[in-house]
């Protein structure tokens, strides 16, 4: 499956927890670090921001995946769909076939 690791990790999921580890880290680090609050909150401001950014463009990439996979298996579904229909068709004339054959047959 595309966008899949050996371990069955989807690309999402793996950006998700990069960007909490991320996130984590850079909290520990303004609380740890000796500045002021104004500029601890604007560093805060800023981090989320960007984690907000990459939340957002994963989830339209989520949903453009899903539109995707939806589209691929309304597809699957009409081929599989016209497959059956035509076999149905194929049998249902193989039966008059056969029922007109032995019709003449017992007339004969």
Do not use: C
């Not at 599989?80 to 007109?100: I, S």
């Amino acid at each position: 499956m595309a966008g899949n690791d050996r371990r069955g990790l989807s690309a999402g999921s793996v950006l998700l927890a990069f960007l909490a580890g991320a996130t984590a880290g850079a909290v520990a680090a303004l609380l740890l670090a000796p500045q002021s609050g104004r500029d601890s909150r604007n560093q805060l401001r800023s981090y989320a921001q960007r984690t907000e950014e990459g939340i957002r463009e994963l989830a339209e990439r989520a949903g453009e995946l899903w539109d995707d996979a939806v589209g691929k298996g309304k597809e699957f579904v009409e081929e599989k769909k016209t497959v059956l229909t035509e076999a149905l068709d194929a049998g249902r004339e193989a039966m008059r076939r056969e029922r007109d054959r032995h019709t003449s047959d017992t007339q004969s």
